[in-house]
Each structure stands twice: as C-alpha cells, then as structure tokens.
C-alpha cells in the first residue's frame, strides 16, 4: 500500500512537468493570434504553424504524462 | 420550443441510458459497469491464436488490422472507378487527397512528389485508427480474462463481471491471484482440497459459526489462521481440531482413492491431508476467481509499438529523403568537416562541428519524440474517455467524445505535418541555414 | 520495455503491416488519385480558358453586331436619305411633268378654245358680216335716193380708174339707175368705145360697172360692200 501511495505521488509530481508546456502554448496561440490579427491573409499559414508548435510544445506535456502513466500503470 | 423539448428529451434519454440504468438497474442485476481496466501493453485477447505457437493477438493488433481493413476498403472504393464527375466517396477521398496535396506543395515545394505518398499513407491511417477506437464497442466489448497483477479483479456472473454495486472497484489482483484463476484446477490434490475442509469445519466450531467462507469470510490474500487470530479465536486449537477431523476423514476416503494412486507419479510424494495441515491453516489464500475485461479492440495508437514503428519509419524516411535530395552532402549537417576545414580562419567551426554532432542526438530524439507524442495524445485520451464516464456518465462523455475526435485528427496531421516538414528540410539542405551566418 | 509492452514481435508486425497499406496505397491509390486531381484541374483550366474565349468571342461577336448594326443603320439611314432625295426628285420631277402636262393640257386647250373661239368669231363674222352686209344693203338701198346716185355716179367719174380706158371696142355699162346722156357721154369719153350697151340693174344699189369681154371695171356699191365684206372676212 505504501508502494501505491508513492506511485500516486509520483505520479502527481510527474505531471508537474505540464505546467512548462501550458505556458509554452499560451505563448504560441497568443504570438499567433497577434500575427493573424496583424495580417489576417496569412491566417492559414500561420495556423498550421501554430500547430506545428504546439506539437512542440505539447510533446513535452506528452512525456511528462508518459513518465506518469510509466509510474502508475507500469513500475 | 420544439427545441426546448427535444433538448429535454435528449436529457431524460440521458439519464435514463446513462443514470439509471448502469447506476441502479444493473448493479440490482448484479452487472454493473467494471471499472475498466488501465494497461499500456496491449492486452492479449489470444494467446497461441488458431493453434500457431507464440502467435499472441493483443487488442492493439486488432485495432491495428480494423483500421487496416478501413483505410483500405475506403481507399479502393473511393478510387475503384475514378469519374471526372466524382461520386460522394470519390469526393470525399479527392477532398482529404488535394488539402493534403496543397499542403505538402505549400511546404515542400518542388520536392512534395516524393514525400507526399508516406506522408498522405500516415495521415489517413492514423486518422482511421485514432478514430476507430472512438467506434461503439470498441475498448468496451471483449472477452473475460483473468485479472492480471495490479488490475482491478471481479467475480463473474455468467458472461459478464458482477458488480452488485456501483462505483465498484473491484479487488486488485496479485500475480498469486492470476496465478490462481489461471491455473484453476489444474493441481488438483485431494489431499490438499481434504486438508482445507477440515481446516474450515475446525475454525468454524472454534469460532461458533456455521460454516467459513474462504472467499467471503478469510478474504484475498489472507490465511484462515489470520482470520482466526482477527476474530478472537484461538489457532492452536484451532490447529488441534483441524488435525483430528484430518485423522477422521483420511480413514474414510483410502479406498476411494486407490486408484488414483496408481495413475500419477506425484502419488508417490503425496503427503496425507493431516501431514498438510499445519500448512493450510498458515498459508495465504488468493481469490482465483479475479476477472477482468480484454476488449477486442483498442486504439492502434495506444500501442507503442505502432507509434514507435512509425516514429522510427519516419525517421528513416527522413535520412533517405535527404540523401536522396542530396546525396552523401546531407551527411555533413552531423558531420560538419567543411567546418573544420576552415578552423584556422574560423575557430568558431569546432562550435559548428560540435553543434552537428548534437544534431545527432535530436535527430535519434525525433524517433522517441514521435512516437510518445502519437501514444501519449491517444492514451491519455482513451484514459480521459474512461475517467470520465465514471466520474459523470451523462452528457459529457459525449463532449470528451467530441475532444477526442479532435485529438485524433490533430495528432493524424501533426504526424503527418512533422513528418513533411522534416523531410522538406532535410531534402532542402542545411546550405540555406548557413548563409545566414 | 516489456512493461511498456514493446515487444521485438509485435513492433515488427506492426511495421510490416503499416508497410503494406504504404505500399498498396502508394503504387495503386495516390497515384491515380493525383492524377485525377491534376486532369480535373487541368480540364476546369481549359474549361475556364474556353469559357474566357467564349466570353471574348461573345464581345467580339457583339462588338461586331453593333458595329454592323451601326452600318447597317447608317447605311439604312443613306438609302432612307436617297429614297427620299430620289423620291423628292423624283416628285419634283412627277410635279414637274404634270406642270408641264397640265401646261401642255392647259396650252392645248387654250390652243383649242382659242381655235374655237377664232372658229365661232369666224362663224360669228360671217354672221355679223352677213347680217351686216343685209343691214348695210338695206340701209344703202333704203338711202340711195336720186341725188345721192347722180353724186355716186360723179365721184365715180371723177376718180375712174385707168384701166377704164382700155377696155376695148364693146363695153357693158351696168347702173343702178338708166343714165342720162351727158353721163353717156361722160361714159364714152372715159372708155373710148365705139359701141356701148346700158343696162339698168338695180341690184348693185348705186354707182357703175364697166365690163368689157373678162375685163371688168366695178365702181357699184355693191362691189364696194363685197370689198368691205371681204375685208371684215
């Protein structure tokens, strides 16, 4: 039981690491929205850029979640 | 006001299929919903499938071959008879074909012939794969297996797992009790069976009672003398009693017996029920009947060994694209010698040498990067489907649903998107980069 | 790595199956299928050119029509404007003929009134010659009386005519009234003449006439009327 109670801490701790790649995209769609809002014409470019970043930045998230996941389902 | 009155009945059919029945209907029928059950391999569905030894059949292969079949009969139908005038499929594939051509021209120019079909071939089964596991049935319907260690175990009650209440979360299962539904009956001892009888009439008259239930009473994992000591009783003579009635009841069945003495080996060492006593009234009893759901079908992508196979697909298709575009030159972007050329003019070309060096290295991370991405997005969303339903079973399900359509297609074309842009560079060159210098 | 369930077995299997819808789909799928995207958009190219050319011989066509329709009209409007020069002159000319018709009408029967009239003023003075010539004869017979002949008779010989004297041997000496002698002999000494007959005729009112064979001398008033009606005829 012990055991259990660390991995649902350690799993807590884990997704610590989601807080870098939130910010990371707030930033993204905020620098995206203000160029769609300057140049809106170049809006399809750069929403697929956006995503491209996002993507990124998500990753990042993405093996913070893993790591977590590693440690509740796996270890 | 129709509206109104259609909105209030989708509400009440909610709460009808998504309240009252799972929540207090079923668990009256003692079938109530399972907590599903969390896994990151594949669970197996088959082992030894149609008889071939070592060919296993997980549910993320299944998923894998459901979307196989889609994306093929799509394909083929859509394009089987090509009209100038498309037909709706026809339509629809040329649709999803041209936004998918457009972009990889957009972005890879003039070198988009090549890259295009992976890149289209990815985009398309990834879609149909990250969707099938949104289709009904689909990670809920399977076959029953026994609980494997640290998942969440139930009783059976016919084809379906009894839950006699709701938010039921089972017993987790130990590898002991895996072991023990697996292996169910396959040791049978009479001798063992014989010993554990008189272990139970002896704590039950110790204790007062009927009868003991291993199951009900002693519990999982527990020893009946735990049991004893916990509820006041007194093991020694417990112990004493035990010993006696295994006297008694060996005298008895000797000549029943007789015959199975001569058909197996393990006979010979067989030890009498009153010799395993001591043992049984010690040792710990694990339930064996423990019982969790495979479904048949679960997200191809929940399975790393799909999205690390096509992260590592990726990457290869990356290498060849550039050599292709550019031969053995591509290989200078990690090994930077034209750089180190001119070191005595330059002595920032070690930097630049070394920087390509770590080029490598995310170059080798791109694999990792792709392929966790890929089952990370799709895990967690199959995890946020489950979590969700039993947190709130009505309405927004429905909306994580939606969510989760989304992330299907986003992670389908973020694939696909990276997969291009990679490649574009690649095939590109780093000569551009450094002009900039 | 087996608690993440990656597994040499299954990452292969998965790499072979995903290499084959690739390939399946990449000989037998996006080829055809981007072939059929670039005929399309080919063909909506061409349609649209077509559509272009179409449109451009549409306003060739209409330019065309309203420049031939503009010629058509001026034209129109140059042979309106000769029709009816033509037809002016032409009415000109219709007026001009029937003036001169109408003159010639009018010429020819002022020409026949004018001969008509000269007819009738003809026929009008014989009459008024005839009933002149009555009226004068009555009123000269009426007035003739004894003294007015001899007057006559002396007026006759004062101014006979020279041809008188050569009348020959035999003269013929009408009168309106029987001559006395010393007219007689007045008579033969004007003419000359061995042998004279008288005749009394009262029919030429007065005066006398001297014949001799076809040679006649008329000195009477009715040869005087016959002059004065020849005259007024």
């Known amino acids: ?75 | 006001m129709k509206g109104v009155l259609i909105l209030l009945g989708i509400i009440a059919v909610s709460v009808i299929f998504c309240g009252i029945i799972p929540f207090v209907v079923m668990p009256g029928a003692g079938v109530a919903v399972a907590l599903p059950v969390i896994m990151v391999p594949g669970e197996v569905v088959w082992e030894d499938f149609l008889g071939i030894k070592g060919l296993t059949i997980t549910n993320t292969i299944i998923g894998t071959l459901v979307a196989d079949v889609i994306v093929l009969a799509f394909a083929f139908a859509a394009t089987r008879r090509m009209r100038m005038v498309p037909g709706r499929l026809q339509g629809l594939f040329e649709v999803l074909t041209d936004a998918l051509w457009s972009l990889a021209k957009s972005t890879a120019g003039p070198n988009a012939r090549p890259i295009f079909p992976l890149m289209a071939t990815i985009f398309i089964f990834l879609l149909v794969a990250n969707w099938v596991k949104l289709l009904p049935g689909a990670e809920s319907i399977g076959l029953m297996h026994c609980a494997a260690e640290g998942v969440n175990g139930y009783d059976r009650n016919g084809i379906l797992l009894k839950v006699d209440k709701a938010m039921d979360t089972g017993i987790r299962a130990t590898k002991e009790n895996y072991y023990a539904c697996h292996h169910k009956g396959e040791h049978h001892d009479p001798a063992h069976d014989a010993a554990l009888s008189a272990v139970l009439s002896a704590a039950a008259q110790e204790l007062g009672v009927e009868s003991i239930s291993l199951r009900d009473d002693v519990g999982n994992a527990r020893s009946v003398a735990q049991y004893v000591a916990e509820q006041g009783g007194d093991v020694e003579a417990v112990l004493a009693r035990a010993l006696a009635l295994a006297e008694e009841m060996a005298v008895a069945p000797a000549e029943g017996e007789a015959p199975a003495e001569g058909e197996g080996e393990h006979t010979a060492e067989a030890k009498s029920p009153a010799e395993l006593v001591p043992a049984v009234l010690e040792e710990p009893y694990y339930r064996d009947d423990l019982y969790a759901v495979t479904p048949f079908v679960r997200g191809a992508a929940t399975d790393l060994n799909l999205t690390l196979g096509l992260g590592l697909l990726a990457f290869l298709a990356i290498q060849y694209f550039g050599v292709r575009a550019q031969g053995l030159r591509y290989f200078t972007k990690f090994f930077n010698t034209p750089a180190l050329e001119n070191v005595g003019k330059n002595p920032m070309g070690i930097m630049d040498f070394v920087v390509g060096l770590l080029e490598i290295i995310s170059e080798l991370a791109k694999i990792l990067s792709f392929g966790f991405r890929l089952f990370g997005n799709l895990f967690a969303g199959g995890v946020l489907l489950f979590v969700m339903s039993f947190l709130l079973a009505m309405l927004v399900p429905a909306g994580v649903y939606g969510l989760e359509l989304f992330v299907g297609l986003i992670q389908a074309f973020v694939f696909a998107m990276l997969l291009l842009v990679f490649s574009a560079m690649a095939m590109q060159g780093h000569g551009h980069g450094e002009e900039h210098h | 790595m087996d608690a993440l369930g990656i597994n040499l077995g299954f990452f292969i299997a998965q790499l072979v199956n995903f290499g084959i819808i690739f390939l399946l789909l990449a000989k037998l799928v996006w080829p055809r299928v981007l072939k059929m995207l670039d005929e399309r958009s080919e063909r909506i190219a061409k349609g649209l050119e077509d559509a272009r050319a179409a449109e451009e011989a549409r306003a060739n066509a209409e330019r065309e029509r309203d420049k031939l329709l503009a010629q058509a009209r001026a034209e129109a409007q140059k042979v309106l404007e000769e029709a009816r020069q033509r037809g002016e002159e032409q009415l000109k000319q219709m007026l001009r003929e029937a003036q001169a018709e109408a003159e010639k009408v009018r010429e020819q029967a002022r020409a026949q009134a004018e001969e008509e009239r000269n007819r009738i003023l003809a026929e009008a003075r014989d009459d008024i010659v005839a009933l002149a010539l009555a009226a004068a004869e009555r009123l000269v017979g009426e007035t003739l009386d004894e003294k007015r002949q001899k007057a006559i008779l002396k007026r006759f010989f004062a101014g006979v005519p020279a041809e008188a004297k050569g009348l020959g041997d035999k003269v013929l000496v009408v009168s309106a009234v029987p001559l006395t002698d010393d007219e007689k002999a007045e008579v033969l000494k004007i003419t000359g003449a061995k042998q004279i007959e008288y005749r009394v005729d009262p029919s030429i009112l007065g005066g006398m006439i001297l014949r001799a064979g076809d040679k006649v001398v008329d000195g009477s008033v009715r040869g005087d009327l016959s002059a004065l009606s020849m005259a007024l005829r």
Request: net charge negative; proline share 3%; charged share 10%.
């Open chain 1, 1 to 75: 039981m012990e055991v259990d109670a660390a991995k649902a801490i350690g799993a807590g701790l884990a997704m610590i690491g989601v807080i870098g790649p939130g910010i990371g995209i707030g930033v993204l769609v905020q620098g995206a929205l203000n160029a769609i809002g300057r140049n809106p014409d170049a809006s399809g470019q750069i929403t697929t850029n956006m995503i491209l970043g996002i993507a990124f930045a998500e990753a990042v998230a993405i093996y913070a979640l893993v790591v977590s996941l590693i440690i509740l389902f796996v270890l």
